[in-house]
Structures are given as structure tokens and as C-alpha cells.
């Protein structure tokens, strides 16, 4: 089995103003989860380029529910959630097991 993790976020307007730059810190920061974080095994970000309500979103691929779990409540993901929380007004998540 595996389990995608997949989020969208609708930014701040002050946020938007700076989208293309907080998207690349937030994918550095997210990318650098990678052997941090047991189970995860891919994790990618990316601006939403075609309009709609949320701009950017995230998909994370775990090994098991129980990693996606840990990863929740891991001290690195926690820091980067904390920014995340500063910048977006709007969030919706989907997670599913293959």
C-alpha cells in the first residue's frame, strides 16, 4: 500500500503578492522533509497556473497511514505548517491509500 496526502491552499491576498516566491521557499522547505521524516517517500509543491480557488498545492506520498500520521505531528513539518498558517485563508485535503 501507499498513501497520498494531497492539500491545496488558497492564498492571503497580501501572499499572493509574493506567490512565486513563497512557493519556491515553502517547496524547498517541504522537499528538505525527505529522510527526515520516516515513511515519507516523494513530496512536491506546486503553483496552481490555471486559475480556480487555491493556488498552490502539495502532495505527499507516504509509506503507510501511520507514517502520514507522524509526519502530522513531526517537529520539521510543524515549523513549515507554521508558515503555511501565516500565509493561506483557505485549505482542502485529500487523503487516500493506493
Not at 522533509?33 to 509543491?45: N, Q, R, S
Request: hydrophobic share 45%; aromatic share 10%.
Amino acid at each position: 500500500f501507499m498513501v497520498k496526502h494531497f492539500v491545496c491552499w488558497k492564498l492571503t491576498e497580501d501572499a499572493k503578492k509574493r506567490q512565486t516566491e513563497l512557493a519556491a521557499d515553502l517547496a524547498a522547505r517541504f522537499h528538505a522533509l525527505l529522510g527526515v521524516v520516516d515513511g515519507l517517500t516523494a513530496i512536491e509543491l506546486g503553483e496552481n497556473y490555471n486559475g480556480g480557488e487555491y493556488d498552490l498545492a502539495l502532495l505527499c506520498e507516504f509509506v503507510s497511514r501511520e507514517a502520514e500520521r507522524g509526519y502530522q505531528n513531526h517537529p520539521a513539518h510543524l515549523a513549515i505548517k507554521a508558515i503555511v498558517h501565516e500565509n493561506v485563508c483557505g485549505r482542502a485535503c485529500v487523503d487516500y491509500e493506493l
